[in-house]
Each structure stands twice: as structure tokens, then as C-alpha cells.
């Protein structure tokens, strides 16, 4: 069966710095692939989309990666601020659509 | 604010007991869907709703029914609560054309579910 890493230790950044959080997989050919934010109390708010053709994806300071060799996406915030701290979570999207998996997810601090 | 709306936000039930969560959304989209949210185990569909009118099981739909009364409202029903049943539940729904995989979900602020 597939299986989503994100790593479960959270992590402590200083504000500025780039924040990088990783998801890997397994035993899955995600056609794409989703980053979402979650705030405690909170739903997933949908942040960034990657397709399985597409290397690097921006959005204003997120950057997303994705290399299906190695199964793995990369998730970065550029000039990070206490108010990036959240929980980011992957979901792998299969290519009938209608398969989601999604990762526990990476818990964000960012101090100040 | 548009967006999807979840009651109630917290629930305590008995085993053996029966609820039913209530979702609505207010963005006209045609694709509704139920995740149960467990620390360490992701967010798993329990089911989903395509289009008014039709329901599919998803990943875990054991213990749970659901109905699509109307384009906006899809709701969750535990029939016999199981303390294997204490979970957050989050409604999501997607855009029109029902291609989430695309434009994302759009979460609800999820019902804090604890069975005793």
C-alpha cells in the first residue's frame, strides 16, 4: 500500500530563515501532488499544486519541488515570519482523481 | 464568509450511541466529501459525493452512513458510536467541476468527536 512520510518532529526555525519540509513516498505515481496549511482548531487551508511533469512551482515566498524519481517533494518558505507557523501537510493525488492520501504532516515554529 | 460550515464543533457521545454531523457550503460546488483527522495517521475520506444525488465509500466508511440532501448539504451519521470512532471530522468540498485534485479542498473547521 502507499505510504506518505512528513517528517513528525516539528520544526524550529528563526524568523528569515528559509523553512524546507520534505515528503516522501512510497509505492505510488501520484499524477500530482498538494501542500496544504493547518492551523490548531483549524481545517487545511489548500496552499500550492505541483503536476508530476513539473520540477518547481512558486507562490509569492512558497516554492514547491517535486522529483517523482526520487520520490519526494520539497516544500519551502522563503523569509519565514511567526506567522508561517502551522502544520503543513502533502497529499498525493492518483490519477483518477478521486484517490487522495494524505501525509500527518510537519509541524512549523518559527521564532522571532 | 463564504465557506464550509460544520456542526456541532464538539461532541461527547456514549458507545452504543447515534449523531449525525452536519456540513453545508455556500460555493456551489457540485463535490462534497467527509475525513476523519487521527494524530500520526493523516486525513483518511471516509466518503465523498460526487454530484447531488450520488455517494461512494472512501478509504475507512465502516460505522458511518451519509446523505447528499441537497446540493449544499451533506451530512455524516454514526448509526452505534465506537470509541474507535474518536476522531476530528472535517467536511471538505471542491470546485464545480469536481476536480480537487486541481483547485484543492475547501476544509470546514471540523467536529471534535470523543465516544467514552
Known amino acids: 500500500s502507499q505510504k506518505i512520510e512528513q517528517n513528525s518532529e516539528a520544526l524550529n526555525i528563526q524568523e528569515g530563515k528559509t523553512a524546507t519540509l520534505t515528503c516522501n513516498y512510497t509505492n505510488y505515481s501520484p499524477a500530482y501532488l498538494q501542500w496544504y496549511r493547518q492551523d490548531p482548531g483549524r481545517g487545511p487551508v489548500f496552499l500550492l499544486l505541483i503536476r508530476e511533469n513539473e520540477k518547481e512551482k512558486r507562490k509569492e515566498r512558497l516554492k514547491v519541488t517535486f522529483d517523482t524519481t526520487l520520490k519526494q517533494s520539497l516544500f519551502h518558505i522563503t523569509a519565514s515570519q511567526p506567522a508561517d507557523s502551522a502544520t503543513y501537510l502533502c497529499a498525493l493525488v492518483g490519477y483518477n482523481f478521486n484517490k487522495f492520501y494524505f501525509g500527518s504532516g510537519t509541524k512549523l515554529n518559527v521564532k522571532p | 464568509n463564504a465557506g464550509v460550515t460544520q456542526t456541532p464543533k464538539f461532541q461527547v457521545l456514549k458507545t452504543g450511541q447515534s449523531m449525525t454531523l452536519q456540513c453545508a457550503q455556500d460555493?456551489?460546488?457540485?463535490?462534497m466529501y467527509w475525513y476523519r483527522q487521527d494524530p500520526g495517521m493523516g486525513l483518511r475520506l471516509i466518503y465523498y459525493?460526487?454530484?447531488?444525488?450520488?455517494?461512494d465509500k472512501g478509504e475507512v466508511p465502516n460505522g458511518y452512513n451519509v446523505s447528499r440532501l441537497n446540493k449544499r448539504e451533506f451530512s455524516l451519521r454514526l448509526e452505534s458510536a465506537a470509541p474507535s470512532q474518536t476522531s476530528v471530522y472535517f467536511c471538505?468540498?471542491?470546485?464545480?467541476?469536481?476536480?480537487?485534485?486541481?483547485?484543492?479542498?475547501?476544509f470546514g473547521s471540523g467536529t471534535r468527536l470523543t465516544v467514552v
Open positions: 460555493m456551489n460546488h457540485n463535490s
Open positions: 459525493s460526487a454530484s447531488e444525488g450520488t455517494t
Open positions: 471538505a468540498s471542491s470546485e464545480a467541476d469536481g476536480h480537487p485534485h486541481y483547485y484543492g479542498y475547501t
